[in-house]
């Protein structure tokens, strides 16, 4: 009986250190989608605004420095930042436990202040996270701006969705 008990024990130890030894292994994965596309555009009491300068900021877990990002708008006040991906080795216990926290913030630079257009955290690296959409769009108003808790100033912007796969 404790032959037995020897043998099951020795097996399952095998297995643990045989698990334990493919799992500690990092996994490099890459194609890891940090944030959707994103066009916006920006309008001052109804009119196209060409040529403000927007900045986009974006923090993951995985990166110790903020990606940022400029742009400017175009005559018809639009502007557009590129979808964003990453790559990351995991090691064993962060495939078990990992979870994305990816910030993403695109402000209006204006000569006195950061208005705040669009702020989103994402907790996944699924296509389509933030809006259920190909892309993240909105427009805003600079008439609307107002102020959050009476001090950090944002717009009231218009987020609009685009149909996965649908043409433009």
Known sequence: MQSVLRRSISFLSFLFILFLSQGAQAVWQDNLILSSAVEGQLFNQGKPIAGARVKRI??????????????TTKADGKFQFPEVRGAADFGFLARLFHVPVVSQE????????????????????EPRFETGFDEIQFSCDLSSRKLINGVLPSLDCNIRKIKSGASR
Do not use: D, G, V
């Not at 974006?58 to 742009?71: D, G, I």
């Not at 000569?111 to 994402?122: N, Q, V």
């Open 58 to 71: 974006l923090h993951w877990n995985m990166e110790q420095e903020a990606r940022t990002e400029m742009t």
């Open 106 to 125: 695109i402000f209006l630079l204006q000569p006195t202040e950061e208005l705040i257009l669009y702020s989103k955290t994402r907790s996944s690296y």
